[in-house]
């Protein structure tokens, strides 16, 4: 059974910065994506970054390039995004997501079928 959980989250102010981490467990293979997704109320669910696991290729949303990055440390099925300088935008409830490797994986939440449970992830101004 693959399960995720995430930590990390908290209140930050304009400018600073955070890690979330996800660890995974469950997936019988090391062909799988992980995602980080983040949700604002009133807004529908968006994705922010992926990996894959094989071979750590990346994808960014555009308003978070330059500022996040996501990796992976495989030896503890542990994925990190590192968020600098954050803005009050970037407020949200973040969630780690994964999904076997297949052609179309990316930023799509509705491909994803393993989810964590959230973190929350405030920036004041």
């Known amino acids: 059974q693959v399960q995720l959980v995430e930590s990390g989250g908290g209140l930050v102010q304009s400018g600073g910065s955070l890690r979330l981490s996800c660890a995974v467990s469950g997936f019988t293979s090391d062909y799988y994506v992980v995602g980080w997704f983040r949700q604002a109320p009133g807004t529908e669910r968006e994705g922010v970054s992926c990996?894959?696991?094989?071979?750590?290729?990346?994808r960014y949303l555009d308003s978070v390039k330059g500022r996040f990055t996501i990796s992976r440390d495989n030896a503890i099925n542990t994925v990190y995004l590192q968020m600098n300088n954050l803005k009050p935008e970037d407020t949200a409830v973040y969630f780690c997501?994964?999904?076997?490797?297949?052609?179309?994986?990316?930023?799509?939440?509705?491909?994803?079928?393993?989810w964590g449970q959230g973190t929350q992830v405030t920036v004041s101004s």
């Open positions: 997501a994964a999904e076997y490797l297949s052609k179309s994986w990316g930023l799509d939440p509705s491909i994803y079928d393993y």
């Open positions: 990996i894959a696991s094989s071979d750590g290729t990346t």
